[in-house]
């Protein structure tokens, strides 16, 4: 499973963009990047996920370059409510595969008034 | 639309007694998971299934077992309960379709052994 690397916290102010990095330089072929968030007291929940280039949803954008080894989550016009911890993982998609999702540390975001 | 469902949410255990947490999804996911957090910490991976009636070893099993008698359900007992085990543990289940990652979370049981 690839490893990956992340800040292990970050300040950011309310209203501004907020984009955090994370280096996967063993990816493989089949692995896609996702990350997830996690409040205090609460199981993580599913952000996005991407293969390459750029994908976009209504919370997060995630930008992936061409070499794949590494991607950067942007959070929009952030607010108090996104102050929690972000993983980034590398998960491989194959036939059979079991799909484990192994977590860092993760990244503290936050986000200040 | 209940989705992940741990129970119980909380409990205090002493050591060497053993206990059961039940893992319940709806969502009709082949594969479920068991993670621990400990404080400040990352999810660890105790064990995991693929499906009804199998379970593999993840990075953390000892001490742990597992069962996944029922699809829906996913069993972790500690048989005999030790301080090192105070953690909150997380149960997961996520589908095999296609390139879809996503995992769905419970709620997490807190579990504290004296």
Request: charged letters at 15%.
């Amino acid at each position: 499973l690839a490893k990956t690397t992340q800040p292990i916290s970050m300040d950011s102010y309310e209203g501004q963009e907020v984009n955090i990095t994370c280096s996967h330089n063993n990816i493989a072929t089949n692995d896609y990047i996702t990350w997830y968030q996690q409040f205090p007291s609460q199981g993580p929940r599913f952000i996005i996920q991407g293969y390459k280039t750029k994908v976009t949803n209504e919370v997060a954008s995630l930008f992936i370059p061409a070499d794949r080894k590494s991607s950067t989550l942007s959070l929009p016009r952030v607010s108090l409510s996104d102050t929690a911890v972000y993983y980034c993982l590398v998960v491989p998609i194959s036939s059979g595969s079991a799909r484990q999702l192994t977590f860092g540390s993760g990244t503290q975001l936050t986000v200040l008034p | 639309n209940a989705g992940v469902t741990q129970t119980p949410k909380f409990r205090v255990l002493k050591t060497g007694q053993s206990m059961t947490l039940l893992c319940a999804q709806d969502m009709n996911h082949e594969y479920m998971y068991w993670y621990r957090q400990d404080p400040g910490m990352g999810l660890r991976l105790i064990h995991y299934s693929v499906g009804e009636g199998t379970t593999a070893k993840g990075e953390v099993p000892d001490g742990y077992n597992v069962s996944r008698l029922k699809k829906q359900n996913f069993l972790l007992g500690l048989e005999s309960a030790a301080p090192s085990q105070t953690s909150v543990y997380f149960c997961a289940s996520s589908s095999t379709g296609g390139l879809n990652t996503e995992a769905f979370f419970g709620q997490g049981t807190r579990l504290t052994v004296v």
